[in-house]
C-alpha cells in the first residue's frame, strides 16, 4: 500500500511537471536480470519467446543474438509460463504472474494471453483471477486443447486454483482438477506418445506477509487417462507419505512407462521414479540441492531422445544421464527456473535463471547467455549534483549509480556501447541506496538480514555500520530486532546528520554510523503468532520474510521532527519531535488488515 493524496503532497517541497508531458528513455544498467520462463519452435532454432519476472515477453528471430519486446500493450509484465503450439507456431500463450513463491512482493498476474500472429498481437484469453500461472501445455496435434497449471494468488483462499484445460483456443475455460482453496497447480505433464494420459502435482502453499507456508495435506500427484477431463491421486506404492510440499512432474517422450516426480519432502527424499506409468515408484536420489528452496525451485525435464537424462534447475543446475540415480552440476545458469528442450532436437535446449538466459544448440558443449533489459530495481534516489547521478539496488546484482545525462547510444542503455554504472556501493541487491544530501560522495545502504552500509566514492570503501548483528538466518522469535529484506533508510533533509534506519523499531545515527540510538518503541502490532519463522514444511529464514517491521520511513521536508513510519501489518504512525513520542493513527485510514504500507 502508497499512501498518497493529501498525506504525501503537504510533505513534498514544490510542484512538478504532470507525468503525461515526460518521456522516458533506458538509462540502463546493461545487464539481465529474472528470466521466468522460455518457449521456442521444435525445429526452428531461430526462434524463442522468454517472459520475464517483471518484464514481459521477449522474442528472437535470430537463435537469441537480438530481442525484441513484443508484449508491451499487457497490462501485466510478469510471465510465469510460455507455449507455442507444436502444431501450429503462429500460435502462442503467455501465463501471467511470477509463477514461484519467493516473497510477498511477487507480481500477481491477470490470466492468460494469446497470440495467433507469433507474438506480434495479444489478446486476453480469460482466467482473470488465477494470479500465477507457471506451466501451459498445448496439445501435441489439436491447438484448440490447451490446458493451465494455475498456482493461484496464494494470499489467501480462493477456488480460481489447479488445472483449467480449453477445447476451444481459449473461448472457454473448465477447472478440470482442483483439490482445495489453499492448494493449486506446480507441475503439469502431457505424454507425447498417449497425450490423453496427463500427470499433475499440486501444491499447498500459503503467503504471508510475514512468512511463507509450503506444504499439507492437499499436495500430491495426480494422474488423467482421459484427456485431462477426470482426474485421480496417485496412491501407488513407494512414493512419499503425506505432508508433502512442492511437486513438479514429467514423462519422458520416448517413453511412456518412464515418469519423475520431483517432490518437496521434510526428509523422506526428492526425486521419484516409476517405470510403469505411475503404478508403482521408488525414490531414485535423496540429494536435497534438488529441493533446496522449492519455492523458488523444483523444475525438471526429460531429454526427447534418452530416458534417462534429466535436467533439473535449482540453485544450481544439475544433469543425470543414469535415470535420476546421479547428478553432476553445470554452470549453464544460477538461481535457474525454467527449461525447454527441442522435441526435434534433443542437443538444443534453452534454461532461464537470475541471470538471463542461457541458450544450447550442442548439448552444452557450448552455450550462450543472452541479458535482458528487465533489471529489477527495489528503489531509486538521485543525488544533489548538477548534473545528477540515479541510484538503485538491483535484485541480483546489488547497488550501483548511473549518470542520467548520459545518451544511450554513449553506453548508458541498453543499445549502447558499454555498461556506464557504477556499481558496489555497499549493501546489496534488497535495499535502499540512498546519497547523502550534503555530500553526494557518500551513500548509504541496506541489505537483507540487518546490513547497513555507508559507502565513500572517494575511497571506494563501504564501512559496515549495522545497529546490530547480522540476523540472517536467526529464527525471528529468538532475535531482538527484526529486519526486513528490503529495510527502510531515510536521511533528515534538515539535517543530513540524522540518518533513520527501520527494523521492528527505528534506529537514528548521528555520527555517520559509528552509533545508533532506539528512537521509537517497537511500531508493529507485535503479534506473537505472526512472529515465527518462513518455510512451512521446511524452513526458508533467508530474509524474504519477516514479521511484523517498519516498511517505510519518511521524514517530513517541511517540518522538522516529523517522522512518518508505516508497518508491514497495517500500522501507520508519526512522531512530531524527532521520536521522543509516537502517535498511532493507523484506525483513520482505511487500510485493510495486515496491510503492507510500502512508501509514504
Known amino acids: 500500500m502508497c499512501l498518497a493524496g493529501a498525506l504525501v503532497s503537504a510533505q513534498r517541497r514544490g510542484g512538478g511537471a504532470s507525468p503525461d508531458a515526460l518521456s522516458f528513455r533506458f538509462l540502463g544498467p546493461v545487464v539481465g536480470n529474472r528470466v521466468a520462463s522460455i518457449a521456442g519452435v521444435p525445429g526452428d532454432p531461430s526462434i524463442y519467446y522468454a517472459g520475464a519476472a517483471s518484464g514481459g515477453v521477449w522474442k528472437?528471430?535470430?537463435?537469441?543474438?537480438?530481442?525484441?519486446?513484443?508484449?508491451?500493450?499487457m497490462p501485466v509484465a510478469a510471465i510465469g509460463a510460455l507455449a507455442v503450439a507444436p502444431s501450429d507456431p503462429s500460435i502462442v500463450w503467455a501465463g501471467t504472474g511470477e509463477a514461484w513463491a519467493i516473497r510477498d512482493s511477487d507480481v500477481i498476474g491477470d490470466g492468460i494471453y494469446k497470440s495467433v500472429d507469433a507474438g506480434k498481437t495479444w489478446a486476453h484469453a480469460g482466467l482473470d483471477?488465477?494470479?500465477?500461472i507457471g506451466r501451459i501445455i498445448v496439445h501435441p496435434t489439436n491447438p484448440d486443447i490447451v490446458f493451465a497449471c494455475a498456482i493461484g494468488r496464494i494470499t489467501g483462499r480462493q477456488p480460481e486454483r489447479g488445472v483449467f484445460r480449453t477445447t476451444d483456443g481459449g473461448e472457454h475455460w473448465e477447472r478440470v482438477?482442483?483439490?482445495d482453496e489453499n492448494t493449486g497447480c506446480s507441475g503439469l505433464a502431457i505424454d507425447a506418445k498417449n497425450p490423453r494420459t496427463l500427470f499433475a502435482g499440486t501444491w499447498q502453499v500459503e503467503m504471508h506477509p510475514w512468512a511463507m507456508l509450503s506444504g499439507g495435506a492437499g499436495s500430491g500427484l495426480y494422474v488423467s487417462h482421459d484427456g485431462g477431463a477426470k482426474w485421480t491421486k496417485i496412491d501407488a506404492p513407494g512414493l512419499p507419505r503425506s505432508p508433502l510440499g512442492k511437486i513438479d512432474v514429467a514423462v519422458a517422450p520416448t517413453d511412456s512407462?518412464?515418469?519423475y516426480a520431483l517432490i518437496q519432502t521434510k526428509d523422506q527424499g526428492s526425486l521419484w521414479r516409476s517405470d510403469d506409468g505411475g503404478a508403482s515408484w521408488r525414490v531414485v536420489n535423496w540429494s536435497r540441492e534438488l529441493i533446496g528452496r522449492a519455492g523458488y525451485y523444483v523444475h525438471l525435464a526429460?531429454?526427447?531422445a534418452n530416458e534417462d537424462e534429466i535436467l533439473v534447475s535449482n540453485s544450481s543446475f544439475f544433469q543425470s544421464v543414469d535415470g535420476g540415480q546421479t547428478f553432476r552440476s553445470v554452470t549453464w545458469g544460477g538461481d535457474n527456473h525454467d527449461i525447454w528442450w527441442d522435441s526435434k532436437d534433443a542437443d538444443r535446449f534453452a534454461i532461464t535463471h537470475d541471470a538471463g538466459i542461457t541458450l544450447t544448440t550442442q548439448h552444452g558443449r557450448s552455450t550462450e547467455r543472452v541479458q535482458l533489459p528487465i533489471?529489477?530495481?527495489y528503489h531509486v534516489a538521485v543525488d544533489n549534483q548538477a548534473p545528477y547521478y540515479v541510484y538503485s539496488n538491483m535484485q541480483d546484482d546489488g547497488t550501483m549509480r548511473g549518470a542520467a545525462w548520459a545518451a544511450e547510444n554513449a553506453g548508458a542503455g541498453y543499445?549502447?556501447?558499454?555498461?556506464?554504472?557504477?556499481h558496489g556501493l555497499g549493501g546489496c541487491e534488497s535495499g535502499f541506496t540512498v546519497p547523502d544530501p550534503s555530500d553526494p560522495n557518500v551513500v548509504w545502504s541496506t541489505c537483507y538480514g540487518n546490513k547497513v552500509t555507508r559507502y565513500d566514492h572517494r575511497t571506494k570503501i563501504a564501512r559496515s555500520v549495522a545497529p546490530w548483528m547480522i540476523t540472517l538466518d536467526s529464527p525471528p522469535q529468538d532475535s531482538k530486532y527484526r529486519c526486513h529484506w528490503t529495510a527502510p533508510l531515510a536521511i533528515d533533509p534538515f539535517?543530513?546528520?540524522?540518518?533513520?534506519?527501520?527494523c521492528n523499531v527505528i534506529f537514528r545515527a548521528t555520527n555517520g554510523g559509528q552509533s545508533w540510538q532506539v528512537i521509537s518503541p517497537d511500531l508493529s502490532t507485535q503479534d506473537p503468532s505472526r512472529i515465527a519463522s518462513s518455510g512451512g514444511l521446511v524452513g526458508d529464514n533467508l530474509g524474504q520474510f519477516a514479521p511484523e517491521v517498519i516498511f517505510a520511513i519518511a521524514p517530513s521536508e517541511i517540518e522538522r521532527g516529523l517522522i512518518w513510519a508505516g508497518t508491514n501489518d497495517g500500522k501507520l504512525w508519526y512522531t512530531k519531535d524527532g521520536g521522543a513520542k509516537w502517535n498511532d493513527v493507523s484506525k483513520n485510514i482505511a487500510m485493510p488488515a495486515w496491510g503492507v504500507v510500502s512508501k509514504i
Open 60 to 73: 528472437t528471430t535470430d537463435g537469441g543474438g537480438h530481442w525484441t519486446p513484443v508484449s508491451d500493450s
Open 129 to 132: 483471477e488465477t494470479g500465477r
Open 177 to 179: 482438477l482442483f483439490v
Open 257 to 259: 512407462n518412464r515418469v
Open 302 to 304: 526429460v531429454s526427447p
Open 375 to 377: 533489471g529489477q530495481m
Open 415 to 422: 543499445n549502447g556501447s558499454g555498461n556506464t554504472w557504477d
Open 495 to 502: 539535517d543530513s546528520k540524522n540518518v533513520y534506519y527501520g
